[in-house]
């Protein structure tokens, strides 16, 4: 167990609409990444939040977006669901330093149809 | 920009035989270097990571791997495999600094392990 929780695991919707993957991380962790991982793309870094702060963009959707609330949960939002979003959606952190080792959570699986 | 290379799709080994997974990595500076495997419908778990110092590092599970900065290199070993190695394994790079996408770790396309009796 990694320390980091994500939920849903499995989330099964329909284009167009839109959803919410929500994780906490490790106790005491300020950095929180999200990653996307599919058969096509691999694993791609989407964004990450420092203590409530939007840290680094990757290949993020406009149509995707992302916070960290003050008790450094965090939510990521996909609107507009497209069939090719359908992946498995990781959750990671870390303290802060690039040293550090960044732990990820299960996943939340998305299947989009 | 960084990147990693995992050359191998695959890699077959029989139990007992010595394994090694291949990494090569490209980042400005010098990097953090991990490797994660990721077992069916599970989550990536961290097996080891080299920052500085003894090129040899050792990890979970009886895994090691050596980096090799000449060649930029970090290739995952371990002496004798077992069948619950079978996974898929990421070779992931960060480099160091704590601004921007400097922060961030960039993985391979993963290599898949099985390992057969």
């Known amino acids: 167990d990694s320390g980091v929780t994500q939920t849903p695991k499995h989330l099964i919707t329909a284009t167009g609409q839109r959803v919410t993957l929500r994780c906490s991380p490790r106790s005491g962790d300020l950095s929180v990444y999200w990653y996307q991982q599919s058969l096509d793309q691999g694993l791609q870094f989407l964004i990450q939040y420092y203590n409530g702060e939007e840290r680094a963009k990757g290949n993020i959707l406009e149509r995707f977006s992302a916070q960290q609330f003050p008790d450094l949960h965090s939510e990521l939002n996909l609107s507009s669901l497209e069939l090719g979003d359908s992946a498995l959606y990781f959750c990671?952190?870390?303290?802060?330093?690039?040293?550090?080792?960044?732990?990820f959570g299960e996943g939340s699986w998305l299947t989009v149809v | 920009a960084q990147s990693v290379a995992q050359p191998e799709d695959q890699v077959n080994v029989a139990e007992g035989n010595p394994l090694t997974v291949k990494c090569t990595y490209s980042v400005s500076g010098n990097p953090y270097l991990f490797w994660y495997v990721q077992y069916p419908n599970r989550g990536l778990q961290f097996l080891l990571k080299?920052?500085?110092?003894?090129?040899l590092v050792k990890g979970s599970y009886g895994f090691e791997a050596e980096f090799n900065k000449s060649q930029t290199s970090f290739h995952l070993k371990k002496p004798s495999a077992l069948v619950s190695d079978s996974a898929l394994y990421f070779c992931a790079v960060r480099g160091r600094g704590n601004t921007g996408t400097a922060s961030k770790l960039t993985f391979g396309t993963g290599t898949r392990l099985q390992v057969t009796l």
């Open positions: 080299y920052i500085t110092g003894d090129n």
């Open positions: 990671a952190s870390s303290p802060l330093g690039t040293g550090n080792t960044i732990y």
